[in-house]
C-alpha cells in the first residue's frame, strides 16, 4: 500500500512539472510571426537662396531621388525657412516619380542652415523578423503550441508584397467619389461568364498518336 501512494505522488510529482504557469502566445491559431513595420527617414539639403533651387540643384535632387528609387508608399517633405517658397521646385523633381510633396516635415537631426531646404523622404518597409525559424522540433510537443515558423510564409509573402506598407497599420480611406459600375464590375463577369463544364469534358486519349 505504502509503495502504491509513493508511485502516485511520483506522477503527480511529474506532472506538476510540465504545468506551465505562464500563457504561451503560439498555443492558439494566430500567428506570432507577423509583419513589423521599420521606418527610416533619409535627407537631402540643396541650396535654395529665397527659396529657388537652380537647375544644378535640381538635378542633384533628382539624382538623389533616382539612387533612393523613390516610388508608391514614400513620403516627401521639405523642411526649412523657405519651404513654403522652395516646394514648388521641389514638386516639380517630385512629380516626375509620381510623388507628391506632404505637408510639414518630420523631425530630423541637425538644424537646416540658412540658404537652405532639407528634403525629407520617409520610407516605411514591412519585414517578418526571426523568419525562417526552424528552432523547435515539432515533436514532444506536450504545450500544443504551432511550430515555431508558423506564420512566416503567408506573413513574409505579404510583407514583400504590399505597395504601401503603411496599409498594415491603418488601412487606407475611401475616396470621395464613388463609381457604381466599377464596384459592380467583378460582380457582373461573375454573373456573365459561362461556367467552365457548360459544354461538357473534353475526351482526351492516352493513345499514342491520338491528339
Known amino acids: 500500500m505504502r509503495s502504491k501512494f509513493g508511485l502516485a505522488l511520483l506522477v503527480t510529482t511529474l506532472a506538476?512539472?510540465?504545468?506551465v504557469p505562464y500563457d504561451l502566445?503560439?498555443?492558439?491559431?494566430?500567428?506570432?510571426?507577423?509583419?513589423?513595420?521599420?521606418?527610416?527617414?533619409?535627407v537631402f539639403d540643396a541650396?535654395?537662396?529665397?527659396?529657388?533651387?537652380?537647375?544644378?540643384?535640381?538635378?542633384?535632387?533628382?539624382?538623389?531621388?533616382r539612387s533612393l528609387n523613390l516610388g508608391y508608399g514614400d513620403e516627401v517633405y521639405v523642411d526649412g525657412m523657405d519651404a513654403a517658397a522652395a516646394r514648388g521646385d521641389v514638386e516639380r523633381v517630385a512629380g516626375q516619380y509620381g510623388m507628391l510633396v506632404s505637408s510639414g516635415a518630420p523631425v530630423t537631426a541637425g538644424a537646416v542652415s540658412p540658404g537652405m531646404v532639407r528634403v525629407v523622404v520617409s520610407r516605411t518597409e514591412a519585414t517578418v523578423p526571426g523568419c525562417p525559424n526552424w528552432e523547435r522540433p515539432?515533436?514532444?510537443?506536450?504545450?500544443?503550441?504551432?511550430m515555431p515558423g508558423y506564420g512566416c510564409a503567408v506573413n513574409g509573402n505579404l510583407a514583400a508584397m504590399v505597395a504601401n506598407p503603411?496599409?498594415?497599420?491603418?488601412?487606407?480611406d475611401g475616396a470621395g467619389v464613388q463609381d457604381a459600375l466599377?464596384?459592380?464590375?467583378?460582380?457582373?463577369?461573375?454573373?456573365?461568364?459561362?461556367?467552365?463544364?457548360?459544354?461538357?469534358?473534353?475526351?482526351?486519349?492516352?493513345?499514342?498518336?491520338?491528339?
Open 16 to 19: 506538476g512539472c510540465n504545468h
Open 25 to 42: 502566445p503560439d498555443r492558439g491559431v494566430e500567428a506570432v510571426n507577423v509583419p513589423v513595420l521599420q521606418r527610416s527617414m533619409y
Open 47 to 65: 541650396a535654395a537662396p529665397g527659396g529657388y533651387l537652380a537647375p544644378s540643384e535640381s538635378a542633384r535632387l533628382d539624382g538623389w531621388f
Open 138 to 146: 515539432s515533436q514532444p510537443n506536450f504545450n500544443n503550441q504551432s
Open 166 to 172: 503603411e496599409d498594415l497599420v491603418h488601412g487606407r
Open 182 to 211: 466599377t464596384a459592380a464590375k467583378a460582380i457582373d463577369l461573375y454573373r456573365t461568364t459561362p461556367p467552365t463544364g457548360q459544354k461538357g469534358l473534353k475526351e482526351i486519349s492516352t493513345k499514342k498518336g491520338d491528339k
